[in-house]
């Protein structure tokens, strides 16, 4: 199914958001995860069900002020 | 003063942004030895830079202090601080919610009403406010234990535009730990700053634009220390007319 994630689109076969991160390479990455602008806790990954057309945000530690 | 239950080491809380490399920034944190680095989320790149990012931060040894740096409403700020929280694994956030592009001032309506629903959620909210009293007085009746006004816009180096704004607010609130919060520029600010009873300072630019940062870094961190002293210290009262410090009494008569 096609996702949107971090701005670009995906053609992904996962179905899961645990699944979805596994195939886009963040793996065990240190990041959070927010489908459609709402916060998605690190346990619950596994049972959210992705939709076309979803919207993922990825985000990672960064420099800031 | 204790922010949260934890006493700082010294009175410097340092940005990690803007530096011109990794390595320089984590020299400017070893030659100050600040207490607290701020950082922030932003979306993972393809190359893990995040990762690499956040290996460097743990390699501070700092206390890790996330912003809601770019946020400009409710929700957005009230994610990002989840957001955080998860990603480094603390109850801290300083809370920015911003009203405006040009000058990055805080939307206080919007603040107050965020950082209620995260300190009802756990978090331990450091607000990026301004000084009016009545803002504080609602920040800290939703929960927030810390203030942290501004000095001066983000990033503007202007110091302390309300002096007698700032002096209002420690003397409202003696035992509400406050922080100035953007703005300083030069140690002489950081150090006045202190010097009006304030807990800490918290700056980036001022240090990761210098021509040396480490060496800047350094002098805030000095001044502060000097300011923090000088206000414990009871200063003198100014006064318009001199008034002699060497005895009058016994000077030779040599007229």
């Known amino acids: 199914m096609q996702i949107t994630v971090n701005g670009t689109t995906h ?50 530690p960064m420099q800031g002020g | 003063m204790k922010f949260y239950g934890t006493t700082l080491p010294n009175p410097l809380m340092l940005g990690t942004a ?19 680095a701020t950082v922030s989320l932003r979306r993972e790149g393809s190359g893990g830079e995040g990762q690499a990012f956040w290996q460097i931060i743990k390699d501070l040894g700092t206390l890790i202090l996330p912003n809601t740096a770019g946020c400009h409403t409710v929700k957005e700020a009230v994610t990002t ?15 920015e919610v911003i009203g405006h592009t040009d000058t990055l001032q805080p939307d206080v309506f919007a603040l107050t ?15 990026y406010c301004t000084e009016d009293l009545i803002v504080a007085d609602k920040l800290l009746n939703a929960g927030c234990e810390v203030l942290m006004p501004w000095g001066a816009p983000i990033g503007s180096g202007l110091g302390l535009n309300n002096e007698h704004g700032l002096r209002s607010l420690r003397a409202h609130f003696p035992d509400v730990p406050l922080v100035v919060d953007a703005g300083i520029g030069l140690p002489s600010h950081a150090a006045r ?18 021509g040396d940062p480490a060496t800047m870094a350094k002098a805030m961190v000095m001044a502060a220390e000097a300011g923090q002293a ?9 006064r318009d007319m001199a008034a002699p410090s060497t005895p009058v009494i016994g000077k030779a008569f040599l007229t």
């Open chain 2, 230 to 238: 000088a206000y414990t210290a009871d200063p003198m009262e100014p």
């Open chain 2, 81 to 95: 601080a989840h957001m955080a929280r998860e990603v480094f694994d603390t109850k801290w956030i300083k809370l």
């Open chain 2, 113 to 127: 009403e965020a950082a209620k629903v995260l300190t009802e959620d756990g978090f331990q909210v450091f607000p």
């Open chain 1, 11 to 60: 053609d992904l076969s996962a179905t899961t958001l645990a699944d979805a991160l596994k195939e886009l390479g963040y793996g065990d990455a240190r990041v959070a995860t927010a489908l459609n602008e709402a916060f998605i806790p690190a346990p619950s990954r596994a049972t959210t069900e992705l939709t076309q057309g979803d919207r993922l945000e990825v985000v990672a």
């Open chain 2, 193 to 210: 700053a202190m010097e009006l009873g304030f807990d800490a300072i918290l700056l980036n630019t001022a240090v990761a634009k210098a």
């Open chain 2, 18 to 36: 803007l530096y011109p490399s990794p390595a320089i920034m984590a020299e400017a944190f070893k030659a100050s030895k600040a207490a607290v």
